[in-house]
């Protein structure tokens, strides 16, 4: 009898159920490589970011120990497992410190700050200016992980400059190590009358100082300095810089009259800041004429002085004659200042002497500056009409020109006096922000990879 031969499906359902199940695990697993290793790999960023930032941190606190001539060596070690390190001293980076005392300006310094930065990607670490940077990726302004030096308090700038010296990269997996070296003892740039006599302090007559910082993180320091200190800044976005402008307070006490007279950050917006305007003249005569104005060349808008002898210099006293010029028009002002005679035959002329009695003005057209000013001054004057007294005149004038500009000779209407031995008082309030004392220092840096 032959044997029957049954077809059976239990052995293919077992081949096919396995297939099944291998297919869904690898989905699987190609789904988990697809979300999780760059889940993985951004922590593994992360970490590495994280781990650079303590390394500049310290870098910081030792460049501060060689800097400023603690050490004159020491050695950083930072383990990188991507990305890399460069050391950059180009202009890429630079401080420029400018002084201007009247009509000049000083470069005080103007060199490459020097960085040391990690680059993973799109994410920057950098020691720069004596601080730590750090840039992330996309569109976000960068942020400052330890602050610059750059110190400032409303009175003193403090401005020790780090240099890092040195052109040198290295990238890929390992320890790096850093080797930070002093080149020099501190270099002190300000003060410093051995190098110019006007690099003194305190800052006086009328001295600005403006810094300028250029750096791919200019917006770090912009923010660190307007937050962090009592200065202003404006940003340069083309240039990538950040610059801050200090007015020094002008000096109270009689200068040498030595034209032009310079007026550095006048402060328009406080309707009291000027404080004295005099002058005092010796051997003055009976031809005395002194003109003065903030446009040598009479170029609109322009504000002018002119003091005239009047019936006698002891007695009579001397005729004040204030113009100011704008769109063609003219604003004129005369009044009467009794000068002060002393026992040298010295005589004062101030300048805001002068009540609302004895102002004369306008003597030209109707005026138009003044309907903004506050009551009661906001009003039309017009021909003949009393007025404003001297200081409110002259406040008034110097607040239009200001709130920097420079009062020069006008020769025609320069005699009767002994130029050499006059002097002025001209004291004002500035517009912050103000410094009174200004500190600078280099330290240089060499850093080896």
């Not at 070690?77 to 890429?92: E, P, R």
Request: hydrophobic share 35%; net charge negative.
């Amino acid at each position: 009898m032959g044997k029957r031969l049954e077809h059976s499906q239990d052995a293919v359902s077992e081949v096919v159920g396995y297939t099944l199940l291998l297919g869904i695990i690898v989905i699987a697993v190609g789904i988990i490589s697809m979300t999780a290793l760059p889940v993985i790999q951004d922590a593994k960023e992360k970490a590495y970011l994280k781990n650079m930032e303590q390394g500049f941190t310290v870098l910081d606190s030792k460049a501060s120990l060689v800097s400023i001539g603690k050490q004159p060596t020491q050695i950083v070690q930072m383990y990188t497992q991507a990305g890399g390190i460069t050391v950059n001293d180009s202009s890429l980076s630079r401080i420029k410190v400018t002084f201007t005392n009247g009509t000049t300006t000083y470069v005080v310094y103007d060199e490459s700050m020097g960085t040391i930065q990690y680059q993973l990607g799109d994410n920057k670490i950098a020691y720069e200016g004596g601080g730590v940077f750090r840039k992330y990726p996309g569109e976000g302004d960068p942020v400052i992980i330890t602050p610059p030096e750059f110190h400032y308090n409303g009175e003193t700038l403090t401005l020790p400059i780090i240099r890092v010296n040195s052109n040198q990269s290295l990238g890929g997996t390992g320890v790096v190590t850093l080797r930070l070296v002093s080149e020099q003892t501190s270099n002190v740039l300000f003060p410093n009358p051995d190098d110019n006599p006007e690099y003194t302090n305190p800052l006086l007559l009328g001295k600005q100082i403006n810094v300028v910082i250029k750096s791919d993180y200019y917006k770090a320091w912009a923010k660190y300095i307007e937050e962090r200190t009592e200065a202003s800044v404006n940003i340069d976005d083309d240039n990538k810089e950040v610059k801050v402008s200090l007015n020094a307070k002008p000096n109270d006490q009689p200068n040498d009259l030595s034209p032009p007279i310079d007026i550095y950050g006048f402060n328009v917006d406080n309707e009291s800041a000027l404080h004295n305007f005099n002058f005092t003249l010796p051997e003055g005569t009976s031809n005395l004429k002194m003109m003065m104005m903030t446009s040598p060349t009479k170029t609109e808008p322009y504000f002018s002085f002119y003091i005239d002898k009047s019936g006698g210099l002891a007695t009579g006293g001397v005729t004040i004659t204030l113009e100011y010029h704008a769109s063609g028009k003219k604003e004129e002002w005369v009044y009467v200042v009794q000068p002060l005679k002393d026992a040298d035959d010295n005589f004062n002329v101030d300048l805001l002497n002068a009540t609302s009695g004895t102002v004369l003005g306008p003597s030209s057209d109707d005026t138009w500056t003044w309907v903004n000013e506050t009551p009661p001054w906001n009003q039309t004057f017009n021909k003949g009409d009393a007025g404003p007294d001297g200081q409110k005149l002259m406040q008034h004038y110097l607040s239009l020109v200001g709130p920097t500009f420079s009062f020069y000779p006008d020769l025609s209407r320069w005699d009767g006096f002994d130029e050499s031995g006059t002097t002025y008082v001209l004291h004002y309030e500035v517009m912050p922000p103000r410094i009174t004392y200004l500190h600078i220092v280099e330290h240089k840096m060499q850093v080896n990879v």
